[in-house]
């Protein structure tokens, strides 16, 4: 049984991601489909099983009109909260699946925020978690609690085979951040202290691994890259950086992603008998329209199972 599986933070699934507009130009009751080369129906062109998004940032009742085709069945996880932190405005997340699932779950045991970061779907020989962990920048203790929880729920998980992705707001190699390169203009001596690159949230990634889950991407691109322009496996860049225009697009672009300075944070970690057939960055979805939809790019992971 052949598996191939989407994870990207859609920075706001209102935003560019089903058509050129933003938020503020979408009614809020309006039915959403992918309309022609947008984000979403490129996206759609890879004909994955599974497709997790994080940071939706939209409440239950409208993510009722957010569609993609007949072939999906969707399930959102809305933030709970008020204020800057409600559905519409801060986290959530979603998945569309062409496998019906015969258990949904919203919650684990030990992180009791209602923030909308987890879905857990249980399918017949697998199961598929889809997070969006908290950033440290803002959730510190609150992401300490989330990584204390993770660690205990996939620990005694009794499934054979898991699928645990999503952005994982972690850089937790040398390589998979651009000021590591030595050859790049970008390299800093000192990386104590930088949110995303904590030695509490890379401990978390090695603790994962030693629960015997595999890095999908590394396992398929065993690579090492003298600078960060040659590595594929980046899937956030800095939005905040100055627009070019792109000249292969004819779309302005902001030059940390189109020079590739970006960070390694969203992962498809496996653990099971299974036979890894690809996985790879498609950098430019999200990348269609000017301002970009999304500062992170999607990650594809196809798998085989083995029993």
Not at 130 to 138: I, Q
Not at 142 to 154: G, P
Not at 265 to 283: A, E, H
Request: hydrophobic content about 35%; charged content about 25%.
């Amino acid at each position: 049984m052949s598996i191939k599986i989407i994870t990207w933070n859609v920075n706001g699934i209102r935003s560019r991601v089903f058509n050129d507009r933003s938020s503020t130009k979408i009614k809020k009751d309006s039915n959403i489909i992918p309309e022609d080369n947008s984000s979403m129906m490129n996206l759609l062109k890879y004909n994955a099983d599974i497709i997790c998004l994080q940071e939706t940032r939209i409440d239950s009742i409208d993510s009722n009109n957010i569609n993609l085709n007949k072939q999906y069945y969707k399930y959102f996880n809305s933030s709970k909260l008020d204020g800057a932190r409600g559905p519409n405005r801060y986290s959530g997340t979603a998945v569309y699946t062409k496998i019906i699932p015969n258990k949904i779950q919203y919650s684990i045991e030990g992180y009791d925020i209602e923030d909308g970061r987890i879905i857990i779907l249980y399918f017949d020989k697998f199961i598929v978690i889809n997070v969006y962990t908290p950033n440290s920048g803002t959730n510190f203790e609150n992401r300490l609690i989330w990584q204390e929880a993770f660690l205990k729920f996939l620990n005694n998980l009794e499934y054979k085979l898991v699928i645990f992705c999503g952005d994982m707001n972690v850089a937790y190699r040398p390589d998979d951040i651009h000021f590591n390169y030595k050859n790049s203009s970008t390299f800093k001596k000192n990386t104590d202290g930088i949110v995303g690159y904590l030695p509490e949230e890379r401990d978390f990634i090695s603790k994962l691994l030693k629960l015997n889950y595999k890095d999908s991407y590394l396992e398929v691109n065993k690579c090492l890259y003298k600078d960060p322009i040659d590595f594929k496996g980046f899937t956030w860049w800095d939005p905040r950086s100055k627009k070019i225009n792109n000249e292969e697009t004819g779309i302005d672009i902001g030059i940390m992603r189109y020079k590739n300075i970006g960070w390694r944070i969203d992962y498809i970690f496996i653990k099971g008998d299974i036979k890894l057939l690809d996985s790879k960055v498609l950098k430019n979805i999200g990348e269609e329209y000017s301002p970009q939809g999304s500062d992170h790019a999607p990650l594809l992971t196809e798998f085989l199972i083995i029993n």
